[in-house]
T-cell receptor, first 113, second 114 residues
Framework: QKEVEQNSGPLSVPEGAIASLNCTYSDRGSQSFFWYRQYSGKSPELIMSIYSNGDKEDGRFTAQLNKASQYVSLLIRDSQPSDSATYLCAVWYIKAAGNKLTFGGGTRVLVKP | DAMVIQNPRYQVTQFGKPVTLSCSQTLNHNVMYWYQQKSSQAPKLLFHYYDKDFNNEADTPDNFQSRRPNTSFCFLDIRSPGLGDAAMYLC?????????????FGDGTRLSIL
């Protein structure tokens, strides 16, 4: 089992619709979760951090965390063509060898006008 | 604006010719990270510095070295680049090492090997 798993996509959504991205992780002890957006050929850009169970909203983005199910999701409301990118889920792992941020492989989102 | 700056944005080197990538930050963060990212893959952590304390990932090849002469600067040295080292190299910083702190990335350096 991968430490952080995401559906690679592409997730195709019409402009104005809601894009729903999912991420599961294997370490029950993880406490910190992040979503990054990465445009093709660019570096990752932090868009959301979430630490507690429940929802966290920031503009058109909502992150949802369920630690019991080891599941974190990202909703993008009113999707725009500029939201077309790869979205990376990242989980802070506590390991004996050293703690580190572990990334999923990313979900590619395509928003069609 | 406080930021993480990587130079150069694009680097072309010859097979086996040493190359150095640089990263500077004005965030005054304690931790600096180097990641390697290949096409359609997740960023892979190579090593990080917590202040002057260097931490190497177990699977980072010996070919990769790093230096942090002061808080603001960090360098990635690739001693003998092979074709498999062609990738985007990302520098990131965080205020402290604890998990609650997000990492902030520079724009990356895309390395090509001839």
């Amino acid at each position: 089992q991968k430490e952080v798993e995401q559906n690679s996509g592409p997730l195709s959504v019409p402009e104005g619709a809601i894009a729903s991205l999912n991420c599961t992780y294997s370490d029950r002890g993880s406490q910190s979760f992040f979503w990054y957006r990465q445009y093709s050929g660019k570096s990752p850009e932090l868009i959301m951090s979430i630490y507690s169970n429940g929802d966290k909203e920031d503009g058109r983005f909502t992150a949802q965390l369920n630690k019991a199910s080891q599941y974190v999701s990202l909703l993008i409301r009113d999707s725009q063509p500029s939201d077309s990118a790869t979205y990376l889920c990242a989980v802070w792992y506590i390991k004996a060898a050293g703690n580190k941020l572990t990334f999923g492989g990313g979900t590619r989102v395509l928003v069609k006008p | 604006d406080a930021m993480v700056i990587q130079n150069p944005r694009y680097q072309v080197t010859q097979f086996g010719k040493p190359v150095t990538l640089s990263c500077s930050q004005t965030l005054n963060h304690n931790v600096m990270y180097w990641y390697q990212q290949k096409s359609s893959q997740a960023p892979k952590l190579l090593f990080h510095y917590y202040d002057k304390d260097f931490n190497n990932e177990a699977d980072t090849p010996d070919n990769f070295q790093s230096r942090r002469p002061n808080t603001s600067f960090c360098f990635l040295d690739i001693r003998s680049p092979g074709l498999g080292d062609a990738a985007m190299y990302l520098c990131a910083t965080s205020r402290v090492k604890q998990g609650g702190q997000p990492q902030h990335f520079g724009d990356g350096t895309r390395l090509s090997i001839l």
